[in-house]
Antibody
Framework: QVQLVESGGGVVQPGGSLRLSCAAS????????MHWVRQAPGKGLEWVAF????????YYADSVKGRFTISRDNSKNTLYLQMNSLRAEDTAVYYC??????????WGQGTMVTVSS | IQLTQSPSFLSASVGDRVTITCRAS??????LAWYQQKPGKAPKLLIY???TLQSGVPSRFSGSGSGTEFTLTISSLQPEDFATYYC?????????FGQGTKLEIK
């Protein structure tokens, strides 16, 4: 079935780096734009980044611009989020999501990132 | 683009009709989606393009609006509807979400 599975979360010190992965299955991954969305503990949803289906266009939230990089490998049906210079305020559950029509129709289960010393 | 949802908290009973409003700081045409999120779970798409019901979503959910004002209506609350609801604009980057409306059982 259509599925997104995130991995790579964990505990990292401030200033550290982490790479998240999102494995897609059940649909033609290479045909869809993909997004990362995060949710800090007890808070609302925050859009983080987007990559076009072919990787040719990328957009970022101001809060992560210059520190996070979104990428994809269509041969592996996998989306990535490289996170550098991590801060305490980056602590959140990170979701990958597939975009269709004008909405995010498929979401992963999320992976928790904790930035703490 | 800022999205402001009202109310932020809503207490209602099974069978009630409830409406949640989402206001955009500038016009976004009909590029608005609604999601439902339950604790510990990923958001679930309910409505896209302001008023189109996602496949598999019960017909008691409906959306309306365009431009800067939008509404999500649940015609008759069911026990499984108690959750947090978010609106999202997809008119322009950076995409943004409303702050959420927590719907609780009265």
């Amino acid at each position: 079935q259509v599925q997104l599975v995130e991995s790579g979360g964990g505990v990292v010190q401030p200033g550290g780096s982490l790479r998240l992965s999102c494995a897609a299955s059940g649909f033609t991954f290479s045909s869809y734009g993909m997004h990362w969305v995060r949710q800090a503990p007890g808070k609302g949803l925050e859009w983080v980044a987007f990559i076009r289906y072919d990787g040719s266009n990328k957009y970022y939230a101001d809060s992560v611009k210059g520190r996070f990089t979104i990428s994809r490998d269509n041969s592996k049906n996998t989306l990535y989020l490289q996170m550098n210079s991590l801060r305490a305020e980056d602590t959140a559950v990170y979701y990958c999501a597939k975009k269709t029509h004008d909405a995010f129709d498929i979401w992963g289960q999320g992976t928790m990132v904790t930035v703490s010393s | 683009i800022q999205l402001t949802q009202s109310p932020s908290f809503l207490s209602a009973s099974v069978g009630d009709r409830v409406t949640i409003t989402c206001r955009a700081s500038q016009g976004i045409s009909s590029y608005l989606a609604w999601y439902q999120q339950k604790p510990g779970k990923a958001p679930k798409l309910l409505i896209y393009a302001a008023s189109t019901l996602q496949s598999g979503v019960p017909s008691r959910f409906s959306g309306s609006g365009s431009g800067t004002e939008f509404t999500l209506t649940i015609s008759s609350l069911q026990p499984e509807d108690f959750a947090t609801y978010y609106c999202q604009q997809l008119n322009s980057y950076p995409y943004s979400f409303g702050q959420g409306t927590k719907l609780e059982i009265k």
